[in-house]
């Protein structure tokens, strides 16, 4: 069957530090992988997608490269701003249009 | 646009009573509609699939029978969650994917509905 595996958090990181969330994942076929970030108290926002091996999603500075060869889709992000303090999901949606989540991965950026 | 909304965004009730959650496509019309539960800092837990005019499929272990699920149209569907207990208790998120199906449709999530059951 289809999983998401994360680090788990939390990822603690100084305003301006690079950010790499790890994201693997396992299904049969060819998946889209996504990102999603959720901000306190609210749903889920989409921040990147990748729909085949090798595309690279980007969105608000995040980008995520579609990795076959290793299964990943890692997150990473050059320079964090507090604003980014989030839980971000990893999830992938094979054969229909159901997504299976990763385990999500708290961000804390401090000032 | 695809925007999906959520009523009520908050809710407490007394233990035994039911609740209905709303979830309504704003500006497209969705095909399926999907409703999940969140613990707090868990993932998200699917529960059921709706689609528009027929019963909604239910994820193993979610009683049918506790969580009631309409999907009337295209744009709306609820979550009745009967005689509510306190382990009921959790943020109920719904989302909506765009008519066409298949899995390069994206979807769009609700803001959530915390139900609290005293």
């Known amino acids: 069957g289809n999983s998401v595996t994360q680090m788990e958090g939390p990822v603690t990181l100084s305003e301006e530090a690079f950010l790499t969330i790890n994201c693997t994942y396992t299904?049969?076929?060819?998946?889209?992988l996504f990102w999603y970030v959720q901000y306190p108290g609210e749903g889920l926002q989409l921040l990147l997608k990748a729909t085949k091996a090798d595309d690279k999603g980007s969105n608000k500075g995040f980008e995520a490269t579609y990795r076959k060869e290793t299964t990943s889709f890692h997150l990473e992000k050059g320079s964090v701003q507090v604003s980014d303090s989030a839980v971000y999901f990893c999830a992938l949606n094979n054969a229909g249009n159901m997504l299976t989540f990763g385990g999500g991965t708290r961000l804390m950026v401090k000032p | 646009g695809a925007v999906v909304s959520q009523h009520p965004s908050w809710v407490i009730c007394k233990s035994g009573t039911s609740v209905k959650i709303e979830c309504r496509s704003l500006?497209?019309?969705?095909?399926?509609m999907f409703w999940y539960r969140q613990f707090p800092k868990q993932s998200l837990m699917l529960m059921a699939t709706?689609?528009?005019?027929?019963?909604?499929?239910?994820e193993q272990g979610v009683e049918k029978d506790k969580f009631l699920i309409n999907h009337a149209s295209l744009t709306l569907s609820t979550l009745t969650v009967t005689s509510a207990h306190p382990e009921d208790s959790s943020f109920y998120i719904c989302?909506?994917?765009?008519?066409?199906?298949?899995?390069?449709?994206?979807?769009?999530f609700g803001p959530g509905t915390r139900l609290t059951v005293l």
């Open positions: 500006d497209f019309q969705a095909t399926t």
């Open positions: 299904a049969t076929g060819y998946p889209s």
């Open positions: 709706s689609n528009e005019g027929s019963k909604a499929t239910y």
């Open positions: 989302s909506a994917s765009l008519r066409g199906g298949g899995r390069l449709d994206e979807q769009f």
